[in-house]
């Protein structure tokens, strides 16, 4: 049961960080300071945060993904 609602969290995580990510006419990462470019090149330190962020959730979403199959397995 609890990793069935760690899956639900991680899920709507997951929508919420992907969503925030700047695409190619901009994101709503803009809104929280995303989009300000730094001079020296490459991404701002939000958007390599958000990424870093992302990978992490996207990850223990994968674990508790692998987690369920593993115990409906041995449940049945």
Do not use: P, Y
Not at 7 to 13: C, H
Not at 25 to 41: A, H, W
Not at 61 to 66: R, S, Y
């Amino acid at each position: 049961m609890g990793f069935s609602i760690a899956l639900v969290v991680f899920s709507l995580l997951m929508m919420l960080l992907v969503l925030m990510h700047k695409g190619k006419g901009g994101g709503l990462s803009d809104m929280f300071g995303g989009g300000m470019q730094s001079s020296v090149g490459g991404s701002s330190v939000a958007e390599r945060n958000l990424d870093r962020i992302t990978v992490v959730v996207g990850l223990l979403w994968f674990a508790c993904i692998v987690v369920l199959g593993i115990l409906m397995k041995v449940n049945n």
